[in-house]
Structures are given as structure tokens and as C-alpha cells.
């Protein structure tokens, strides 16, 4: 039974378009995270929800939309995608303040063509 | 602005030996460092911890040292084992705060 999981796991789409991302958590953790794995490696955080609050909106284009319908869900939405946008996209659970427990999903990788 | 740089890309260790991953921070401001362990198509898993109050801790195989007049910390894996094989995440917070991470370590352990 995972425990973070996101969906899809890959997805090809064309520049212009908008898509999303799907997380779901059952771990009963109180916060989630989407990070970007970007070109370079580096693990980068984007946003987080604490029970449905967005406490972390780091420096993100406004294309990107995180919307939490409830504490077990965060879904990422993307607006007009362009080809910098492709990446591997992670979510992450944990208790808020807790960095020793982030669970992570498996990712999601976005090709923009 | 990269606060956590793992400098070293790719490690090759044979099989017994012992594997040494290092991390480097430039935020005085973190007080709580963490290692993360991530196979391919899987997200990145929690290894070991370490407070910035001690410079050493141990678990199993695995040791952190944190160093932190030279804002560093290194990773020990004794002795390496295939399954080690896998690229390793050094990940620092501040004030329990959201994580940074760096950029990760590709460890490839020789049989």
C-alpha cells in the first residue's frame, strides 16, 4: 500500500499546454511538498500545505498552481507549459516542523516538447 | 543561490571497502542534517540525521560527521555492499523548516 503516491508518473506534452500533477498521502501527515529535480540535480522546494494552508510558496512561476483539497492531497497544476519546465517532479509528506519524516512519492517526470 | 553542494557527482568504491560521501553548507542558520538514499524510479528515502549539538552519529553501517566550523558533513558507509549502490541526497534545515538538498552523489559500489 503506498504511502505517498502521484500520478502520473511520466508525461510527454507539448509546449503551451496545461497539465496536471496528482498526490495523494495515507500516512495522516498534516503537511505536503512538491520539489523539482532540475536539470543540474539539485532537489528544489516549490510549495507546502499545512492542513490545506500553503505555508512555503518559494520563488515559482504563477503558472504553477498548487491546490490541496484536503490534508491527504496536493495536486500541482501547470499553465502553459514551456520546455524549462521539464523535470522530475516529487511530492512529500511529513508532521509539520517534522524534517526527520518527509516520505517522498516516487516522481513524476515532465517532458515539455 | 545553492546552500547544500554535494561537489562530487559520481563515487566508485569496491565491494567491503569503506564509502565517504561529503556535503558542504553555507547557512549558518541550519541545525539539522539529513541524509536521503534514492534508487532509480523511487523517490529519495530517509538514511540518518544529525543536530547540529553533536558531530557524530551512528547507525549500523552508516555514520554522519558534522563539521561545523567548516560547514561540512560526510556520509561513512562501512562496509559497502552492492545494495548501497544508489545516489545519495545531503539535506540540511533551519529551525525545522523546510528542507534544502543538494544536488546528490551517484554511488556505484564495484563487486
Known amino acids: 500500500d503506498t504511502a505517498v503516491s502521484q500520478t502520473p508518473k511520466y508525461l510527454v506534452t507539448q509546449m503551451g499546454n496545461d497539465k496536471s500533477i496528482k498526490c495523494e498521502q495515507n500516512?495522516?501527515?498534516?503537511?505536503m511538498y512538491w520539489y523539482k529535480q532540475d536539470s543540474k540535480k539539485f532537489l528544489k522546494i516549490m510549495f507546502s500545505?499545512?492542513?490545506?494552508?500553503?505555508?512555503i510558496n518559494e520563488t515559482v512561476p504563477n503558472r504553477f498552481s498548487p491546490k490541496s483539497p484536503d490534508k491527504a492531497h496536493l495536486n500541482l497544476h501547470i499553465n502553459s507549459l514551456e520546455l524549462g519546465d521539464s523535470a522530475v517532479y516529487f511530492c512529500?509528506?511529513?508532521?509539520?516542523?517534522?524534517?526527520?519524516?518527509?516520505?517522498f512519492g516516487s516522481g513524476t517526470r515532465l517532458t515539455v516538447v | 543561490d545553492q546552500q547544500v553542494k554535494q561537489n562530487s557527482p559520481s563515487l566508485s568504491v569496491q565491494e567491503g571497502r569503506i564509502s565517504i560521501l561529503n556535503c558542504d553548507y553555507t547557512?549558518?542558520?541550519?541545525?539539522?542534517f539529513l541524509w536521503y538514499k534514492k534508487y532509480p524510479a523511487e523517490g529519495p528515502t530517509f538514511l540518518i540525521s544529525i543536530s547540529s549539538i553533536k558531530d557524530k552519529n551512528e547507525d549500523g553501517r552508516f555514520t554522519v560527521f558534522l563539521n561545523k566550523s567548516a560547514k561540512h558533513l560526510s556520509l561513512h558507509i562501512v562496509p559497502s555492499q552492492p545494495g548501497d549502490s544508489a545516489v545519495y541526497f545531503c539535506?540540511?534545515?533551519?529551525?525545522?523548516?523546510?528542507?534544502?538538498f543538494g544536488q546528490g552523489t551517484r554511488l556505484t559500489i564495484n563487486p
Open positions: 500545505y499545512n492542513n490545506k494552508e500553503l505555508i
Open positions: 500516512l495522516g501527515h498534516d503537511t
Open positions: 547557512n549558518s542558520m541550519f541545525d539539522y
Open positions: 512529500a509528506s511529513s508532521q509539520y516542523r517534522d524534517t526527520y519524516g518527509y516520505t
Open positions: 539535506a540540511a534545515s533551519a529551525g525545522a523548516q523546510k528542507l534544502v
